[in-house]
């Protein structure tokens, strides 16, 4: 946390407050904020990265997509979920048209779509956004002139996911598919 506040405050001072550098450093200061638990700081500092990376860069500019999905998340971890969800489904549509469907980006976004549908109950349409997430994930497991260990650690990320997802199914008494993404997980 010192050194991302020490780093931010450089970059402030060094490159001006609307330098693209200077952004990415709010944003990581941001997500640190939030990772231990200082949400309503981080959530402070998000918005204010969004507006500046907004009018710098633009709506659908990749930095300012990974902004907006990190405070989506965060007004996920307040309960704030009605804002979180319109953000999220935002997010993910700009994420489709400028990225494409199977980006590692969009495929975040949409996984955290899928968690915050289930958080506010609304099962099926996470349920809906799975196939298209394993989709994608295999799709970047199976890129070709990857090694074993790149794979592994490209894969990583995602087998959590898959665990997750799985539960999913389990709940909505659709065990083969369950059986399927645990067996994919490993």
């Known amino acids: 946390l010192a050194l991302m506040e020490q780093t931010r405050k450089l970059m402030r001072a060094k490159l001006g407050e609307d330098n693209p550098a200077t952004f990415a450093s709010m ?30 860069l633009g709506e659908d500019h990749p930095p300012t997509l990974a902004s907006m999905n990190n405070l989506a998340n965060t007004y996920r971890d307040l309960g704030q979920h009605d804002k979180a969800l ?70 990583a990320k995602y087998s959590d996911e898959y665990q997750w997802h799985a539960r999913r199914y389990v709940r909505a008494r659709r065990p083969d598919e369950a059986f399927n993404l645990g067996d994919l997980s490993k």
Do not use: W
């Open 27 to 56: 944003n990581n200061l941001a997500a640190t904020y939030s990772h231990l638990g200082r949400h309503d700081k981080a959530l402070a500092l998000m918005e204010q990265t969004r507006k500046l990376m907004r009018a710098k």
């Open 86 to 155: 319109a953000l999220m489904e935002q997010t993910l549509k700009l994420m489709r048209a400028k990225l494409g469907e199977d980006h590692p980006s969009t495929l975040t976004s949409m996984n955290n779509l899928a968690i915050t549908y289930s958080d506010l109950g609304q099962h099926g349409k996470a349920l809906a956004l799975i196939p298209t997430i394993v989709s994608g994930a295999e799709k970047l497991r199976t890129l070709p002139g990857l090694g074993i260990e790149q794979r592994q650690s490209l894969f």
